[in-house]
């Protein structure tokens, strides 16, 4: 492979967008490196800007592990596509079926695999705001060594194998590592994208139990409970009212969110105020009434009577329902308090 981790000493940036392509390389998983190989093959890169953009933008591309000829591609095709079963494999064409995805979809072979572009980037990067950047897809990052290999891999969770059935981050990893449990390797080091979240690393007692609350956590941040309106800044909240600095903890408050009434900040009172009105069934959309009517107005009475409290995300308060514990301890061995 590549030396990936020095590309970005060789392009021309600022010295803090250097430093942050040294951390951002520093950081990446095993399968953000594989896709990044094929990546620069396929999308232009001139310059740190170009760059901070595209590993911002990762997972738009797909990556198929160890697809890296079209006899390997139809393989992979056949099996993780179109679950092809052993019987039936001999009998596939792979060489022909790999020839023709590859024609169609213009990616990129590898030594690691095959890489091409799902969707097109935009620019996310644009020179002024890389305090904004998180790195791409993730919800906890963990980096795991062994003896054969001490310097240690990350590892972006949630892992999305047992859905898709293909190889993903942690099966990348393991192999990367010359492993095939977790029980043989060490945890260096973990973190959250909730800067609450404080010293993961320290809150498990094994690689297994971490892993769980990550992929699980990140499921929920993928799926933004369900569709829910205001999803994050209503778990950053909440978060921030219970003082939580765990992540089991933390997934247990995205359970409960319910126990919490919310609001947004002035940003977004109109939407909120939009959404809220047509729910109480106070106005309708596409009316005169409603053409008229003064959705901000109206979401700051409804912060008023149900008395909420201003924070940083926007204004929020317990609601007394019953929280259920399902992944955290009990709430006295975390000192935290709940009102």
Not at 17 to 43: P, T
Not at 105 to 129: A, C, E, P, W
Not at 145 to 159: A, T
Request: charged share 30%; hydrophobic share 35%; glycine share 6%.
């Amino acid at each position: 492979m590549k030396k990936l981790e020095y590309l970005w000493k060789d392009i021309e940036g600022t010295e803090k967008e250097n430093e942050y392509l040294e951390k951002r390389f520093a950081e990446m998983s095993v399968k953000e490196k594989y896709i990044l190989e094929g990546a620069v093959q396929i999308v232009e890169v001139n310059n740190a800007p170009d760059l901070i953009n595209l590993t911002e933008q990762l997972s738009n591309f797909d990556f198929h592990y160890k697809a890296t000829d079209n006899e390997s591609l139809g393989e992979y095709i056949a099996r993780h596509k179109e679950c092809a079963s052993d019987d039936i494999l001999p009998f596939i064409k792979i060489d022909q079926l790999g020839s023709e995805y590859h024609e169609d979809l213009n990616g990129i072979f590898t030594d690691k695999g095959y890489v091409y572009q799902r969707n097109s980037l935009k620019q996310i990067y644009d020179g002024t705001n890389l305090d904004k950047m998180t790195g791409d897809n993730w919800t906890v990052k963990i980096k795991v060594g062994n003896k054969d290999y001490p310097e240690g891999v990350w590892i972006n969770l949630p892992d999305y194998e047992f859905s898709s059935l293909e190889p993903d981050e942690m099966s990348i990893a393991l192999d990367a590592l010359g492993a095939n449990k977790w029980s043989r390797c060490a945890l260096l080091d973990a973190k959250c994208v909730f800067p609450n979240i404080k010293e993961l690393a320290e809150q498990y007692d094994s690689i297994e139990e971490l892993i769980s609350d990550g992929n699980n956590f990140g499921y929920v941040c993928d799926e933004q409970g369900q569709g829910r309106a205001f999803f994050t800044e209503h778990l950053e909240s909440a978060m921030e009212l219970e003082v939580c600095t765990r992540l089991d903890f933390a997934l247990d408050i995205s359970q409960n969110l319910n126990c919490y009434d919310f609001a947004p900040k002035e940003d977004k009172l109109e939407i909120y105020g939009r959404l809220l009105a047509r729910k109480n069934g106070i106005v309708e959309p596409d009316t005169i009434l409603g053409d008229n009517f003064d959705y901000t107005l109206y979401a700051k009475a409804d912060i008023d009577n149900r008395g909420l409290a201003p924070c940083k995300n926007g204004f929020i308060k317990s609601n007394g329902e019953q929280f259920h514990y399902e992944f955290s301890k009990k709430l006295d061995s975390m000192g935290i308090s709940m009102e």
